[in-house]
């Protein structure tokens, strides 16, 4: 005689959260395809020390430690998803706080065959991938599940563009704003 039947543990939507203007399309999307899969929504943001743990052990004297950190993660975390979802996203959620790289930790989260992970796929310069290692691509080898990557909102460009003009103190050029500001009149 069989034994009892393990309930069926829901659909999951893991998402990496950073608070980034891409990380944020990512969580917008993720949430939509939540709401039309049925699923649970996982936001993670993953969090580090800086100089990971052999230097967090290396500087007694460190000015913010592990917990401080931790907090500072959590907070980003809340302050995020609020801002997104200000009357919640519609959908089941369960937040995560994940101590470690950010690759990494959603590969694990993200961990059965049918979750689905959502990832940030922005556009990135030479300079930055050689610094910093690409989370959605760590993603796109290691994951056992299906990838989402979502694109950057075409606003995000634009949005740069203006952050570096500010940046450097330079002139905004506005008058193709002031036509499209303006309003046309009426046809009679």
């Known amino acids: 005689m069989p034994g009892p039947e393990a309930a069926p543990t829901a659909a999951r939507v893991v998402v990496g959260v950073s608070g ?8 917008c999307r993720a949430a939509a395809e939540a709401r039309q899969r049925g699923a649970e929504l996982w936001p993670v943001l993953a969090w580090q020390q ?3 743990d052999l230097g967090a ?9 592990a917990d401080s950190w931790e907090r500072l993660a959590r907070r980003t975390l809340v302050a995020t998803l609020r801002e ?6 519609g959908v089941p959620m369960r937040a995560l706080l994940a ?6 930790a959603l590969v694990e989260t993200a961990d059965r065959e049918d979750d689905i992970l959502v ?3 922005g556009h990135r ?3 930055h991938r050689a610094l910093h290692p690409s989370v ?3 993603c796109l080898a290691h994951a056992t599940c299906l990838v989402l990557a979502v694109p950057p909102s075409p606003l995000e460009a634009e949005l740069a563009a203006v952050h570096r003009r500010n940046l450097w103190r330079l002139r905004l050029d506005a008058r193709h704003f002031s036509r499209e500001m303006t309003p046309t009149p009426p046809v009679a």
């Open 57 to 65: 052990r290396r500087a007694t004297d460190a000015p913010l430690t």
């Open 84 to 89: 997104v979802f200000p009357e919640g996203p």
């Open 136 to 138: 959605s691509r760590y």
């Open 50 to 52: 800086p100089g990971g």
């Open 20 to 27: 980034t203007p891409g990380s944020l399309t990512a969580l």
């Open 99 to 104: 101590r470690g790289t950010a690759g990494r």
């Open 119 to 121: 990832i940030g796929a």
């Open 125 to 127: 310069g030479q300079l």
